[in-house]
Each structure stands twice: as structure tokens, then as C-alpha cells.
């Protein structure tokens, strides 16, 4: 800079050099200077976005960043301009800015190759991040089309179908990933809970009748258990005539449910299993509310009330 103060090369890396040392006000000084010169810059504007990303300036970053997305680049535009919606797309999930991250990585996800696996993975991490998981599935299905032994493509369907409430889905791909995938601690606990809901849920297709009647009446025993431990965890008597609490309303509803709810009753009446498991989702999702989110089998119950169409508090 001293031989040559007016070389928009020099200035550009000594900027950045300033900003990596944690001097991004003087780093900034030079690059305003080279965008009143060259506004269009791609790498200027993504010089400050990242100046700004430090300072915590969100709006400003996101102005710089999409300015450097629709700048110009000497080299590889196309590929310059996804990796730069790549790391705003980064930069905003981070910060807990799930809803402006959306058109970000929609837009990502529109503009990758569908024959680049790498950043099709990467978009569909991305997906999962934001919790897009519809689109997260299809992408992460087609890329187990194209290749069925592909472990990063089987985890990320498993937990987008997971997420979706397509349990017996998420439990095919679980069960063809690695043993070395499954037994990572979030996903044993996601793959555990897929093989007890599949357990479970009688509304599963191919299931006999007697299995049907068997797997309503233990999740009606499952639920009723759970009525129970939480009544006792809040010190509520459930014999309170009038019931006033909502677990009391729902243990007075249970005794005519509960005569139609043994495995003998269900076998011969199967069109009952209806009413039985929606009494057991009531009974799950108000207990939830009262003591918290369940554990173990209870969870299972909790979410497959959810798919069927139980709102969860």
C-alpha cells in the first residue's frame, strides 16, 4: 500500500487481513472505498457481510450478502453465488433466524444441480435445519433412488420421514443404515422410538386382527399406567366425584372405555379399536400437559397420537 495506495488488489486483501485479525472497522473503511468504485462486486459485498456477520449487524449482512449473490465473479459465478446462499443460509440458522433462512435455502435448493450428490446433501442438511421436512424427504429419497447404500442419504430420509409422523417409513431407512450410524446417541433415541411406535400401533397395514386386538389393548394399558404415575406425581386424587381436573375427566371417561378395552372385548368387536386408541391419545397427550413430555413406549403413543391427528399441547 505504500508503494501503491491506489492498487484495488492490495487494498481488497489488507481489508481482509484487518478484518481477520479482528479489525473489521478499519477492514471495512477500505472495502466501502472499493464498492463506491466497483458496487457490483461479488467478493467486496461478501467481504462485509462478513465484517458484518462478526459485529452481529444481521441486516447488514444479509443486505451484503445479497448483494454479493447477484454481483458479479471473475471466476465460476454459478458456483460463487451458492456457496455464498450456502453460508447466509448458515449464518441465519445459526443465529435462530429459521423463518428468514427459508427463502435462502429454498432458493439454494432450486438452484443445485441434480447431479451434484455433495451439495444436494448439503441442501438437504440444510432442509433438516429448518425443519422444511417435506422437501428434506424428497430430496434425501432421491438420492437413496440413485444410490441405496448411500448412509448420509438413508439418515437424512429416516429423519425427515421421522419428523413427518411416516414412522414405518423412517423405520426402513433406520434399519438399512450402518449399525455404526444407528448407534449415534440422537439417532439410537429417534430409532428406538420408530421401533416401539411400529410395535405399538395397530393401525398398521398387514396387521391380523388378533395382533390388532393386542397391540390396542396393551397401549390402552400403556395409557392408563401413565393416567395414573402422573395423577400420583401432582398429587391428585383421581376418585374426585365431580372431576374437576382434567386428568379426574379423564379417568371418569375411562371406565366405559376401559370395559370395552380388554383384548377379549376388541377381538370380537374390532370396529372399537377406533374409539379405544383415540381415548388413549386423550389420555397421553393430557398427561403431557400436566407432567411433561413422556418417555419411552408413553412417547411412542404421544407421537403416533399425533399422526393420527391428535393435537399435542
Known amino acids: 500500500m505504500v508503494y501503491s495506495p491506489g492498487n484495488a488488489n492490495f487494498q481488497f486483501h489488507l481489508a481482509q487481513a484487518l478484518a481477520a485479525v479482528g479489525r473489521g472497522d478499519e477492514g471495512r473503511t477500505y472495502l466501502l472505498n472499493l464498492l463506491s468504485e466497483s458496487p457490483g462486486s461479488g467478493e467486496v459485498n461478501l467481504a462485509l457481510a462478513r465484517i458484518a456477520t462478526r459485529k452481529g449487524l444481521t441486516s447488514e449482512a444479509i443486505r451484503y450478502y445479497h448483494a454479493a ?7 465460476d459465478p454459478i458456483a460463487m453465488r451458492w456457496q455464498v446462499r450456502r453460508e447466509l443460509s448458515e449464518y441465519l440458522l445459526d443465529r435462530g ?4 433462512a427459508v427463502p435462502e435455502i429454498i432458493a439454494l435448493a432450486d438452484n443445485t444441480p441434480a447431479d451434484d450428490t455433495a451439495r444436494r446433501k448439503i441442501v438437504g442438511n440444510l432442509l433438516i435445519r429448518a425443519k422444511l421436512w417435506p ?3 424428497d430430496g434425501f429419497r432421491s438420492l437413496v433412488s440413485a444410490n441405496n447404500q ?3 442419504a438413508l439418515l437424512g430420509a429416516a429423519i425427515s420421514a421421522f419428523e ?9 431407512y433406520f434399519d438399512r443404515l450402518p449399525q455404526s450410524e444407528r448407534d449415534a446417541p440422537d439417532i439410537a433415541a429417534m430409532y428406538q ?16 386382527r388378533e395382533a390388532r386386538a393386542s397391540k390396542a389393548a396393551d397401549a390402552l394399558s400403556l395409557a392408563s399406567k401413565r393416567l ?6 401432582e398429587g391428585q386424587s383421581l376418585l374426585v366425584t365431580p372431576p374437576q381436573a382434567p386428568l379426574q375427566r379423564i379417568f371418569a371417561d375411562s371406565k366405559e372405555i376401559e370395559a370395552r378395552g380388554s383384548l377379549q372385548y376388541i377381538e370380537k368387536h374390532p370396529e372399537t379399536i377406533e374409539d379405544v386408541m383415540a381415548h388413549v391419545f386423550e389420555i397421553e397427550n393430557a398427561a403431557a400437559d400436566v407432567c411433561g413430555n413422556p418417555q419411552g413406549a408413553d412417547r411412542a403413543l404421544w407421537l403416533l397420537g399425533r399422526k393420527r391427528g391428535v393435537p399435542i399441547q
Open 69 to 75: 449473490i447477484y454481483g458479479e465473479w471473475e471466476n
Open 97 to 100: 433466524e429459521a423463518q428468514q
Open 135 to 137: 422437501r428434506a424427504l
Open 150 to 152: 448411500d448412509p448420509d
Open 164 to 172: 413427518l409422523g411416516q414412522y414405518d417409513l423412517a423405520l426402513d
Open 193 to 208: 422410538t420408530a421401533q416401539q411406535i411400529d410395535a405399538i400401533n395397530p393401525f398398521l397395514a398387514g396387521v391380523s
Open 228 to 233: 395414573q404415575d402422573c395423577a400420583r406425581q
